[in-house]
C-alpha cells in the first residue's frame, strides 16, 4: 500500500485523496505593501495566479510553498540533480535556479498539469509500465524533464553524443542518456527510465 | 540568501543606469548567480533583471560572420544551424557543458561571467582570495586536482569553468559591451578574462555597469575545428582539461592552427606559442608533439593535479592529429 501511494504521489505529483491542492493560507506572502516584495503573475497548468512575493522566492519556492503544487521536489537546490524540473514556456528549468520573479507573465507546467481529462501523459504510464522509479522522488523532475528532452529532441537540438551536429539527432538509448544527464536518481532506476522515454515513443518516427 | 531589491528594467540605456548604483548585480539566467548567492559568496543588495532585453537573437554580420546576442541562450546557440555548419567547435563545447536544463535557462553573456567552481571559493567558511581579497588560498594547501597548471598566482590557483568561453577563444571573438556613459566598445575574447596575479577578486576587466551585449563571431576559419573535452564523468561534468582547435593543413603544410584550453588556468588558455610553432610546418605527429610541449612549457602543478600537465600535452597532441587525419 505505501508503494502504491509512493507510485500515486510521483507519476501524478499529488498525495494520494489530495485534490488540485489550493493555496496554504499561512505560507502567503506578506502583503503587497511590504516594501521590496514583487508582484508575479504565473499561469501555472493553465491557471493564472497573482503572487505578491519576497523577491528571494524561487520559481520552485513559489510553486510548493505558495501554490501548495508540491509535485516538483526540492532536491539539491542548486541545479545539480534535477528533482525541481518544470516547463517554463514549454522548455524544461531547474525551477530552483529561476527567480519566481524573473518569470512573472510567463507559462509552467508542473508533473501536476500533465495528465489531461484523468488521463495520464504518455510518459507517467510508461513509467508505471517499466517502473521507472524506486522511490519516486526524483520522478517528477525526470518526466518533466522527458517531456522537454522529447520536444528538444524533434526540434533537432545536438546533444554531446550526437555524432553528426549538422543532422538531425536520433531518439537512440545514448542519446537519451546524455539528454537526461541532468536528472540524477539515487535509486539508480536508470534502465528502467531510458525504457520509459524509449517505449512513450513507440509509434513515433525516427 | 540575504535580502534584495529586484527591477527588471525595459531599455539597456535604462539598465546599465540601474546597475551602476552600489549592490547593484545584473541578473540574466541566474543559473550561477542565484546558486552563490544561496551559499552566501554573492550577496548582491538590488538585481536588475536583463533577461528580457531584445539580445537574444544570433545574425549575420556584414564580413560573414555571426553576432550572438548576449542573451542567446546556450541552446539557441547549439541549436542554431549557422553555428552547426560554421563553427562546429562552439556548438560542440555548448552541448559538452552543463545540462540540458541548465543550457535552456544560461544565457552567452552570462556564461562567460560565471564564477569559477573552486570548492574553498564556494566555502564561506575558508580563506579565499577570491572571495575575500587577502584572506589567502586555501586551494593551495587544500586539495587541488581541479586547479590550475598554467598563468596561477600564489594568490589564486583557480580555474575559469567554461566550455563555451575556450570555443570562442579559438575563434578569435569578440565581446560587444555597453557602458554606463552610453557608448559601446568592443574587446577581444582572450581580453575579457585576466589571470589572477595578486587580484583574483577579478575575474574580468570589464568596468563596473559594463553589460555584455552581445559576442561577435568573425567568419569562420578555414579547415577542420573540434573542440574535446576530458573530464572525470561522461557527461555533466567540468572539464578536467579541454581544447578547442582549428586546424588548415593544405599540400601537407599547417597554413593556420588555433588553439585554446579550459580546464587549466584562470581564463580560457590561448597557447600562442604553440600556435606560432604549428603555423609553416608539416601536418605530421612530430609537429604536433612539438606544440603539445609548447602548450605546456610553462606549466606548474599543485599537489594533486600533476596528470593535467600530461594531459593537456596528449589532448593538444590527438586533437591535432585527428583533424589532420581522419
Given at each position: 500500500m505505501l508503494g502504491m501511494a509512493s507510485l500515486v504521489t510521483a507519476v501524478l505529483g499529488r498525495q494520494l485523496q489530495a485534490q488540485q491542492p489550493q493555496a496554504n493560507p499561512s505560507l502567503q506572502t506578506k502583503p503587497a505593501t511590504a516594501p521590496g516584495n514583487v508582484a508575479v503573475r504565473l499561469t501555472v497548468?493553465?491557471?493564472?495566479?497573482d503572487l505578491t512575493l519576497d523577491p528571494r522566492t524561487t520559481l520552485l519556492d513559489a510553486l510548493r510553498d505558495h501554490l501548495g503544487l508540491t509535485g516538483t521536489k526540492k532536491g539539491c537546490d542548486h541545479g545539480q540533480c534535477g528533482a525541481c524540473t518544470v516547463l517554463v514556456n514549454g522548455q524544461r528549468f531547474n525551477a530552483c535556479l529561476s527567480l519566481a520573479?524573473?518569470?512573472d507573465g510567463e507559462s509552467?507546467?508542473?508533473?501536476?498539469?500533465?495528465?489531461?481529462?484523468g488521463r495520464l501523459h504518455p510518459l507517467q504510464q510508461a513509467f508505471i509500465k517499466h517502473d521507472g522509479f524506486q522511490c519516486g522522488y526524483c520522478t517528477p523532475g525526470q518526466i518533466c524533464s522527458a517531456v522537454g528532452m522529447l520536444d528538444e529532441l524533434e526540434r533537432g537540438i545536438p546533444s554531446a553524443v550526437s555524432p553528426h551536429l549538422a543532422a538531425a539527432p536520433e531518439a537512440s538509448v545514448d542519446e537519451i542518456r546524455e539528454r537526461m544527464s541532468g536528472n540524477i536518481c539515487r535509486c539508480s532506476a536508470y534502465p528502467n527510465i531510458v525504457a520509459a522515454i524509449l517505449d512513450s515513443r513507440a509509434g513515433r518516427p525516427g | 540568501m540575504r535580502a534584495f531589491t529586484y527591477e527588471r528594467p525595459d531599455s539597456i540605456a535604462a539598465a546599465v543606469q540601474a546597475a551602476s548604483q552600489p549592490g547593484a548585480v545584473f541578473i540574466a539566467g541566474g543559473t550561477n548567480l542565484l546558486d552563490l548567492m544561496k551559499v552566501d559568496v554573492e550577496r548582491p543588495r538590488h538585481l536588475v533583471d536583463v533577461s528580457r532585453l531584445p539580445l537574444r537573437n544570433i545574425t549575420e554580420t556584414d564580413d560573414g560572420g555571426l553576432r550572438v546576442g548576449a542573451l542567446a541562450s546556450n541552446t539557441d546557440v547549439a541549436a542554431d544551424s549557422r553555428v552547426r555548419q560554421r563553427y562546429p567547435l562552439l556548438a560542440q563545447a555548448v552541448v559538452n557543458g552543463a545540462s540540458a536544463q541548465l543550457r535552456n535557462q544560461a544565457t552567452?553573456?552570462?556564461n562567460l561571467l560565471q564564477r569559477t567552481r573552486c570548492p574553498y571559493f564556494y566555502d564561506v567558511a575558508m580563506p579565499c582570495n577570491k572571495r575575500k581579497p587577502g584572506s589567502g588560498c586555501s586551494a593551495l594547501q587544500g586539495y587541488n586536482r581541479m586547479h590550475a597548471i598554467l598563468g596561477a598566482s600564489t594568490d589564486c590557483i583557480?580555474?575559469?569553468?567554461s566550455d563555451m568561453a575556450v570555443a570562442m577563444t579559438a575563434l578569435h571573438a569578440e565581446v560587444e559591451l555597453h557602458t554606463p556613459s552610453g557608448a559601446d566598445r568592443r574587446l577581444p575574447i582572450s581580453e575579457l578574462h585576466?589571470?589572477?596575479g595578486e587580484a583574483p577578486d577579478h575575474d574580468t576587466t570589464l568596468a563596473p555597469g559594463e553589460l555584455i551585449t552581445a559576442v561577435i563571431l568573425p567568419p569562420a576559419p578555414s579547415g577542420r575545428q573540434v573542440y574535446r573535452k576530458v573530464r572525470d564523468r561522461a557527461s555533466y561534468a567540468f572539464a578536467l582539461v579541454s581544447v578547442a582547435a582549428v586546424l588548415d593543413v593544405?599540400?601537407?603544410t599547417v597554413r593556420d592552427a588555433r588553439l585554446a584550453l579550459g580546464g587549466v588556468a584562470h581564463k580560457p588558455w590561448h597557447p600562442r606559442e604553440a600556435e606560432r610553432e604549428l603555423v609553416g610546418a608539416p601536418a605530421q605527429p612530430?609537429?604536433?608533439e612539438t606544440a603539445g610541449q609548447a602548450v605546456v612549457k610553462d606549466a606548474e602543478a599543485q599537489r594533486d593535479n600533476e596528470f593535467k600537465i600530461p594531459l593537456a600535452q596528449r589532448l593538444v597532441v590527438r586533437t591535432l592529429s585527428d583533424l589532420a587525419g581522419g
Open positions: 497548468n493553465g491557471q493564472v495566479h520573479a524573473q518569470r509552467v507546467v508542473t508533473i501536476e498539469g500533465l495528465a489531461e481529462s | 552567452t553573456g552570462g583557480a580555474v575559469h569553468p585576466r589571470l589572477p593544405v599540400d601537407g612530430d609537429s604536433f
